[in-house]
């Protein structure tokens, strides 16, 4: 499994340098985020092996338990990328290095108390926007952003970082173009790179077009890990 996964993820970092050269960017200006959800630690430690360094976790308790597997791994860097609720705040905030989802002031506040009351250093936090306007997709409406992005400045526990999307699927990757676009004229609207410097966006069939618009973490599980099982 090791040597496939390697070679998997040397295949996805080239893709990512290509686009990354492509559009014209610096090299090293878009980092991989490698999405593990419902794979078993064994895979992130052959990820870890072949020189990945950023993990993303859809769902706590699967943070929690993999965390706990993988603690010996040196430098390992944690992301929460899933829906997060509030009660579920406190299981995470001194395991993740950022959190990609927060999309509400009362969940910037609680994490921002947690993380502060954790005596941790101010925890990497970027704004989930639901640019899609899709019922059953986490994030806050373009309209919400402006006081959600205020709480996390308000928050002494969080540093507020960027902005994070999951856009509607279309068969054509170059589908969701628009919607990174989007996501960019919000970051724009709302003080731009100086305050927003990060943006979280496109997945394994997409980043290309996510990098072209100015993505600088692409989250990629399949691409790596598989199919999920």
């Avoid at 943070?63 to 997060?84: N, Q």
């Amino acid at each position: 499994m090791s040597d496939d996964l390697a070679a998997r993820l040397a295949a996805v970092n080239a893709r990512i340098a290509r686009a990354v050269e492509g559009a014209g960017r610096p090299p090293g200006s878009v980092r991989l985020l490698a999405v593990t959800k419902t794979k078993p630690p064994a895979a992130v430690r052959a990820a870890y092996a072949a020189g990945q360094r950023d993990f993303g976790e859809n769902y706590v308790q699967e943070l929690v338990d993999k965390a706990a597997a993988l603690a010996d791994l040196d430098g390992i860097r944690w992301h929460m990328i899933g829906h997060l609720q509030r009660n579920k705040v406190r299981h995470v905030v001194k395991l993740v290095s950022a959190v990609h989802t927060v999309d509400s002031v009362r969940l910037a506040e609680e994490l921002g108390k947690r993380a502060s009351d954790a005596g941790r250093s101010p925890l990497t936090t970027l704004v989930e926007v639901n640019v899609g306007g899709e019922a059953q997709k986490g994030g806050c409406s373009p309209e919400e952003l402006g006081s959600v992005l205020a709480a996390v400045e308000r928050a002494p526990g969080l540093a507020l970082s960027g902005l994070m999307t999951v856009p509607p699927h279309t068969d054509d990757p170059a589908g969701a173009r628009p919607f990174f676009d989007r996501l960019v004229a919000l970051r724009d609207a709302h003080g731009g790179a100086a305050r927003l410097p990060e943006l979280s966006m496109g997945m394994t069939h997409d980043l290309e077009h996510a990098i072209l618009a100015g993505a600088t973490w692409v989250r990629v599980g399949t691409a790596i890990f598989g199919e999920r099982g």
